[in-house]
């Protein structure tokens, strides 16, 4: 009986050790200004300045280069400590590559006022890297 009882109180210690404290989900607000670049497999690529505002579950932005990236506004999602979810509410024509458009999933990294959002696809990378003003 007593090693019955040793074994379960190391059973219940263990498990309250390896519980995992969920940590709270990121949250945008204001305004954040910085840069977007469409890299290649070489990590380059043409660099756009823009502004992206988030209000509630909202968010709008502006690029200095026309559709690139393709920003106008629409909502968000945080979506676990590492993503974020954007649908985009515009109409676009057809003259330029929708894949500029600011949609989907992208990773989400925060870091105090810094703010990356990073999409993969293929050989190229999409990289937001904001800071909140």
Known sequence: MRHFLAAALSMLLLTTA????????PTLSGTYVGTFQRQDAAGTGPVSQVS?????ATWSGTSQ?????????????????????FANACFWTAEFDWTLILSERQKLIVRGDE???IREWGSH????KLRKQ
């Open 115 to 117: 703010v990356e959002f």
């Open 65 to 85: 280069m026309p559709k690139y990236p393709a920003l106008c506004n629409g909502t968000y999602k945080v979506t676990g400590a590492d993503g974020i979810t």
């Open 18 to 25: 390896c519980t995992k404290t969920d940590q709270p989900l």
């Open 52 to 56: 992206l505002t988030f209000a509630g």
């Open 125 to 128: 990378h999409d990289v937001y």
